[in-house]
């Protein structure tokens, strides 16, 4: 089956994009990728091995193309492997020769699980040292612990002896016993110490051991990660090639080069096809805030700097700048204000603090240190989400800013969040335990990681119900980045309405918004409440 097929009838040229949406786009795709989509969806769905056979989702992806007489169609692709092949009919293939890798890729794999299993050797090597250094430093401590109780019994029985009155003979003979003990518990304690120091060599021995292999497994792994690399051939639309190495500050995260848009586009470009738009999907059980038929942009950690190479050429849109947006020169607006505190009501689309390139400087802290320049502050303490509305709080000085920090550090600041998510919710309330981490290749997204993320707990409450929607009230009791939105999505399976990663941006915004907010105040200590309804 061909990767390729074509649109009937043939949309007008009215109805083509007149630059190509950029892939990292947040809006929902250009219609023409959504009508191409929805094909691939309808495929998908009726074909039972459209997932791994883990059963596991995975991203699929259409690229609408035209042809040098401008027919107009659409190709399709999916990320990495599907059912363990690089080569499925009907999508588009992977960036590398096939034939170059099969030249090293399986000796390479295969002396990769050789290290592997010296690692694990090594391992167990080094873990059985450590229990026999364990073990040996307990009979170290029983040995000394029977010593000292019976040269203890035996000292009283001196100290009795010499009280009730004893001759010279007795009393020089009561000290050579207590001199004798002595060095016995010299001796005791100087072996020990020298089983201890063989046992520490051991250990120390077997930790080389281990880490030299980890070492060697880590030096193979670059190595057969860089001769990867070297089979991609990135081209742009102008033709000119370049390396996928060269693309990115160190070496490409792994999986560079396998997501379906830079599959769909290098396709493209091999059939002399002209990319118009691009559309990417999640398919399958939901995972990490994914859900079955939900469009997202391309990842920012391993397609941020292949796309705009293999689009150079092009006439792309440029990509979004989160927090570029112009926001009203009078926000955010003061809720509350002393001497040390300030409470803004921020609005979305209003970065808290700068972006972390520095490029983007209009923020909440910036805005209100321009108000006041004479002061030291404001402080932000706490950070809202660009797409989140509600009360911050801030520092005038940086004494109340550590007071509040600790404040926070203690879990003694209350917020309360309203939201309204996609679906209805069982149950009326709840807590949510899902530890969180970072997923440095999709920045800013967060997944859930039992193994490595951080502990992040939410207790909710339902409000309301109607239209397939539920409100919610949300108490975060940690403060993790993205903690409600994940919550929302992955543990209630509910993701909040406007949410752009881990839900659908079909919404004017987020619909999550901080209206509570108390804290004990640095200076007075009495409790300040505030609140600020929902704008939805």
């Known amino acids: 089956m061909d990767d390729l097929r074509w649109f009937e009838p043939p949309p007008a040229a009215a109805e083509l994009p007149a630059a190509m949406p950029s892939p990292f786009a947040i809006a929902a795709p250009h219609p023409l990728a959504a009508r191409a989509a929805a094909a691939l969806v309808a495929e998908l769905r009726a074909d039972p091995r459209s997932l791994d056979d883990d059963g596991g989702g995975k991203m699929f992806g259409v690229l609408v193309v035209a042809d040098a007489v401008g027919r107009v169609g659409w190709l399709r692709a999916f990320s990495g492997m599907l059912r363990g092949a690089w080569f499925v009919d009907g999508f588009a293939p992977p960036l590398f020769d096939p034939d170059a890798r099969d030249r090293f890729w399986p000796a390479g794999e295969a002396a990769l699980a050789a290290d592997s299993a010296a690692v694990a050797a090594a391992a167990a090597a080094l873990a059985a040292a450590q229990v026999d250094a364990a073990a040996l430093a307990e009979t170290h401590r029983a040995a000394r612990a029977a010593l000292d109780a019976a040269q203890a019994a035996r000292k009283r029985e001196r100290g009795q002896r010499r009280a009730a009155g004893v ?283 039992a193994r490595h993320g951080k502990p992040a707990h939410t207790t909710w409450e339902v409000l309301a119900r109607g239209d397939g929607r539920t409100r919610l009230a949300l108490i975060p009791h940690t403060g993790r980045t993205h903690q409600l939105r994940v919550h929302c999505a992955v543990g209630l399976g509910a993701p909040i309405v406007g949410d752009r990663l881990y839900g659908r941006a079909a919404a004017p915004r987020l619909m999550l918004h901080a209206e509570a907010l108390t804290f004990v105040h640095p200076r007075t200590g009495a409790t300040i409440a505030l609140t600020w309804p929902a704008p939805f």
């Open 167 to 449: 001759d010279a003979p007795t009393a020089a003979e009561l000290d050579a016993q207590s001199r004798a003990d002595g060095r016995a518990r010299r001796e005791l304690v100087a072996a020990q110490r020298a089983e201890a120091e063989v046992a520490a060599a051991t250990v120390a021995a077997a930790r080389a051991a281990h880490d030299r292999r980890v070492d060697a497994r880590a030096a193979r792994s670059r190595a057969l990660w860089t001769e990867v690399c070297d089979g991609y051939a990135v081209r742009d639309a102008r033709g000119a090639v370049a390396s996928l190495a060269s693309l990115y500050a160190g070496p490409p995260p792994g999986g560079a080069g396998d997501c379906a848009a830079p599959k769909l586009i290098a396709e493209a470009y091999r059939r002399g096809l002209r990319p118009l738009a691009l559309a990417e999907l999640w398919w399958g059980p939901a995972r990490d805030g994914r859900h079955a038929g939900h469009f997202y942009p391309a990842c920012r950690g391993k397609c941020g700097p292949l796309l705009p190479a293999m689009l150079a050429g092009l006439d792309v849109e440029p990509p979004p700048e989160p927090g570029a947006d112009a926001v009203a020169p009078d926000e955010p607006r003061v809720r509350y204000a002393d001497a040390q505190v300030i409470v803004v009501a921020k609005p979305v689309g209003l970065l808290s603090v700068p972006g972390r390139s520095g490029a983007l400087r209009d923020c909440v802290a910036a805005r209100l240190r321009a108000r006041d320049p004479a002061c030291d502050g404001p402080i932000v303490v706490h950070r809202l989400d660009l797409d989140t509305s509600g009360l911050l709080l801030c520092a005038r000085d940086l004494d109340t800013y550590r007071a509040l920090q600790a404040q926070f550090a203690r879990r003694e600041v209350a917020k309360r969040y309203v939201a309204i998510v996609d679906g209805e919710v069982a149950g009326e309330r709840g807590a949510i335990d899902l530890p969180l981490r970072l997923d440095p290749e999709d920045r800013p997204r967060q997944v859930v990681d």
